[in-house]
C-alpha cells in the first residue's frame, strides 16, 4: 500500500516536474543515520536550507543500514546514509541509487563492548555467550569477520538481532554478554559494566575498513542533477565546520543527541571526518575517471554476504564501480 | 404441540429433504471447490504474467518460480542455520504454548465472568482497557520487563489472544437459554452439575469460535513478536530476508503463514466437529 502510495506519489511528481520547466524539487527528503558525524552539524546549522531556499527540506532518522534500505526500497527518500555492507546489499539487489559521498570513516565510534565481569578476553570467550548486532550493518559484518579471522565458529554463541536502542536496554537487563554497536548508544553499556574489547578502527587497520556512505536516488539525480550538488555542497560545509570548529561542533552533538558534552567530545573522536577534496584520492572515492579502495571495499564486503547466503550472487566489479560517482564532489571541489 | 407431531412427520420430509439435499450439495460442493481454484488460478496467472512480462520489478515481486526456489532451498538447505521447518517449529510452538495458556486463563475467566455479575463488574476495566491496546505497543514494554528472551514473546502472543476468548465466553454464557438452567436446578444440579452439564456444552459451539478468531489474533502478531532478537520462526525468517531485501523469501515466509494459518483453523474446526457434534 505504502509502496503504491510511493509510486502514485513519484508518477504525480514526474507529471509536475515536466509541467513546470523549472527543475525545482517542491521537497527534498534527507534519511540520515542515528550516528555521531557531521550530518548532525549540516543539520543543525541549517546549511542544506541555504543551499535550496524555497525548497521545504525534510529529515528523517532512521536506525540502521537495514531500516535506511528499506526506505529506499520504498522511495521514502530522496537522500540516505549506508554502511558498506547495507549498500552491497542495495548495488547487488540493483537499488535505483548511486554513492556520492564519503559521510564517515568509522574508527572506535562503534566497538565491540563485553560485560567485564564475564571475563571475556579474546573472541574465542565468546564461545556459550550471548552476543547482539543489528544484523546487515557494518558491525554485524565486522562481528562475523572477526569470528572468522580467530577461527571461531558463529554457531558456537548465540549471535542475536537488536536495534542499537534494544542493545542498550537488552544490556542494561543483563540479558546480553557481548554486543557490537554504535554511538550513542554504546556508551550506555561501557558505563554498565562494561569493556571495550574490539574496536572497528583496529579491524580497518586488519584491512577491513567501515564506513558510511551518502546516496541519492537515481530518479532524484536524473531530474535534478544541479540539487545533488547542493547537497554534497551541504555536506562538506558541515565536514569542514566539523574540522575547523571541533568544540562547537561537541556542543552542537551533544545537543543533538541529548548527550554530555564530554561523551560528545570523546564520540566525535572516534568518527573519521574525510575533508571533500580528499574524498576524491585513491583511498576513498577516487574520481570518475579512476575509482578509489571504496570499490574494494564494496567487493568484498558483497563477497563475504555471498558467502553468508545473505545475497544471492558476486555482482562483476565494474558494477560496484558504477555505484560510486564522484561527478558531484568533483563539481563541488572544482576538479 | 409440534414435538408431538414431528416424530409423524419425518419418514416422509426426511426423506424426500435428504434425496434432495443429495442431489443439490455434491454439485454444490465441487462447485464452490471450483470457484476456489479459480481464484487461486487467477492470481497465480496474473502473478505469472505480471513477473513475466518484467511489468514489475523482480526486487519487489519476484516470480512465481523463484519464491518456489526460495521454498525447496529453505527446506532443504535452510535459512541462516535451520529449515523452514525448523522456523515453523519455533514459530508454531511459541503459538500454541501462547494460545494454550490464553485459553487456560481465557476460559475459565470468561465463565467466571459470564455466571457472576461482580466478577464482571470487578475485571472488565482491565479488560476493557487493555483489548484496544495495539501489541506493538504493548511489546516494547515486555520487554523492557522479561527481556528479550523467549517468555516476552510468548507473553505478546498471550496477550493477544486472551481478551477474543474471555469476551466471546463471556458472551457464550451469557447466552445460554435460562429455562436450560433452571430445568438442571429443579432437578436438583449442583452448581458444578450446572458448570459443566449445562453452561459449557451450551455455551461450548460460541466458545470454540472465541477460540477460532483468537488463534488468528495470535496469529498476526507473530512477526511482531519475533521482530526482536529471534534466531529462528517465520515471523523472524521474513523480518531478517527483509533487512537483506530478499523478496522471494519474504513472499514465500508469508505463503508458509497463510497455508499454515488455514491448516490451523481447520484442525480448530475439526476439533470443534469432534467435541461437540450437536453444534
Known amino acids: ?335 | 404441540m409440534s414435538v408431538e407431531a414431528s416424530p409423524m412427520a419425518i419418514p416422509i420430509s426426511a426423506d424426500r429433504t435428504r434425496r434432495g439435499h443429495l442431489r443439490r450439495r455434491l454439485p454444490k460442493i465441487s462447485r464452490s471447490f471450483l470457484l476456489s481454484s479459480l481464484t487461486v488460478a487467477l492470481l497465480l496467472a496474473t502473478w505469472t504474467l505480471v513477473t513475466d512480462m518484467g511489468w514489475a520489478n523482480e526486487l519487489f515481486l519476484p516470480k512465481p518460480q523463484a519464491v518456489w526456489a526460495a521454498f525447496i532451498k529453505t527446506m532443504t538447505r535452510g535459512y541462516q542455520g535451520a529449515t523452514l521447518l525448523q522456523h515453523l517449529g519455533a514459530s508454531l510452538y511459541r503459538i500454541l504454548t501462547a494460545f494454550t495458556l490464553a485459553c487456560l486463563v481465557g476460559i475459565p475467566l470468561g465463565v467466571l465472568m459470564g455466571v457472576s455479575r461482580n466478577a464482571r463488574a470487578l475485571l472488565n476495566p482491565l479488560i476493557e482497557f487493555y483489548r484496544p491496546l495495539p501489541p506493538l505497543g504493548l511489546y516494547t514494554l515486555l520487554v523492557m520487563w522479561l527481556g528479550i528472551g523467549e517468555s516476552s514473546k510468548l507473553s505478546l502472543l498471550f496477550l493477544a489472544g486472551l481478551p477474543g476468548i474471555v469476551i466471546s465466553t463471556i458472551q457464550a454464557v451469557t447466552s445460554v437459554d435460562p429455562v436450560y438452567v433452571r430445568a438442571a436446578q429443579s432437578l436438583g444440579a449442583t452448581r458444578r452439575h450446572l458448570l459443566f452439564h449445562v453452561y459449557l456444552p451450551a455455551a461450548g459451539p460460541l466458545i470454540l469460535a472465541g477460540m477460532r478468531i483468537s488463534l488468528g489474533f495470535t496469529y498476526t502478531v507473530l512477526v511482531a513478536a519475533e521482530i526482536v532478537a529471534a534466531s529462528a520462526g517465520i515471523g523472524w525468517m521474513i523480518w531478517d530476508a527483509a533487512k537483506f531485501l530478499l523478496s522471494d523469501v519474504v513472499i514465500m515466509g508469508l505463503i508458509v503463514l497463510g497455508l499454515t494459518g488455514v491448516l490451523l483453523d481447520l484442525i480448530m474446526r475439526g476439533i470443534a466437529k469432534l467435541l461437540m457434534p450437536w453444534a
Request: hydrophobic share 45%; glycine share 8%.
Open chain 1, 1 to 335: 500500500m505504502k509502496r503504491l502510495v510511493a509510486m502514485l506519489a513519484v508518477v504525480t511528481m514526474a507529471l509536475t516536474a515536466t509541467a513546470h520547466a523549472e527543475d525545482k524539487p517542491a521537497k527534498v527528503t534527507v534519511g540520515y543515520l542515528n550516528l555521531v558525524n557531521a550530518q548532525l552539524v549540516t543539520k543543525h546549522l541549517g546549511l542544506l536550507a541555504k543551499e535550496m531556499p524555497g525548497v521545504d527540506i525534510k529529515y528523517v532518522k532512521v536506525g540502521g543500514g537495514g531500516d535506511m534500505l528499506r526506505a529506499i526500497a520504498g522511495n521514502d527518500v530522496d537522500f540516505g546514509g549506508l554502511g558498506n555492507p547495507p549498500t552491497a546489499i542495495g548495488a547487488t539487489r540493483a537499488l535505483p541509487i548511486k554513492g556520492i559521498l564519503v559521510i564517515n570513516m568509522l574508527d572506535y565510534v562503534e566497538a565491540m563492548v563485553v560485560r567485564t565481569d564475564k571475563n571475556i578476553t579474546s573472541l574465542k570467550d565468546l564461545k556459550g555467550k550471548t552476543v547482539a548486532a543489528p544484523f546487515g550493518s557494518t558491525t554485524h559484518y565486522l562481528l562475523l569477520q572477526a569470528l572468522k579471522d580467530e577461527g571461531v565458529d558463529p554457531a558456537s554463541m548465540k549471535i542475536l538481532d537488536l536495534a542499537p536502542s534494544d542493545i542498550a536496554a537488552a544490556w542494561l537487563r543483563g540479558d546480553i554478554d557481548a554486543a557490537w554497536f554504535w554511538e550513542p548508544n554504546l556508551d550506555k553499556a561501557v558505563k554498565n559494566g562494561g569493556k571495550i574489547l574490539i574496536t572497528s578502527g583496529e579491524m580497518a587497520k586488519r584491512g577491513y575498513p567501515t564506513w558510511d556512505i551518502g546516496v541519492v536516488m537515481n530518479a532524484f539525480a536524473d531530474k535534478y542533477p544541479s540539487y545533488v550538488e547542493k547537497f554534497v555542497k551541504a555536506e562538506c560545509e558541515g565536514i569542514d565546520f566539523w574540522l575547523k570548529n571541533p568544540e562547537k561542533t561537541a556542543e552542537i552533538i551533544a545537543e543533538e543527541l541529548s548527550l554530555p558534552l564530554e561523551d560528545a567530545t570523546r564520540m566525535m573522536k572516534g568518527t573519521g571526518m574525510v575533508p571533500c577534496n580528499k574524498q576524491l584520492i585513491e583511498e576513498y572515492l577516487g574520481t570518475s575517471a579512476k575509482k578509489g579502495k571504496f570499490v574494494d571495499t564494496l567487493v568484498s564486503t558483497a563477497d563475504f554476504l555471498v558467502k553468508q547466503e545473505r545475497l544471492p550472487k558476486l555482482l562483476p566489479r565494474a558494477d560496484f564501480e558504477a555505484f560510486i560517482q564522484p561527478s558531484y564532489i568533483e563539481k563541488v571541489v572544482g576538479h
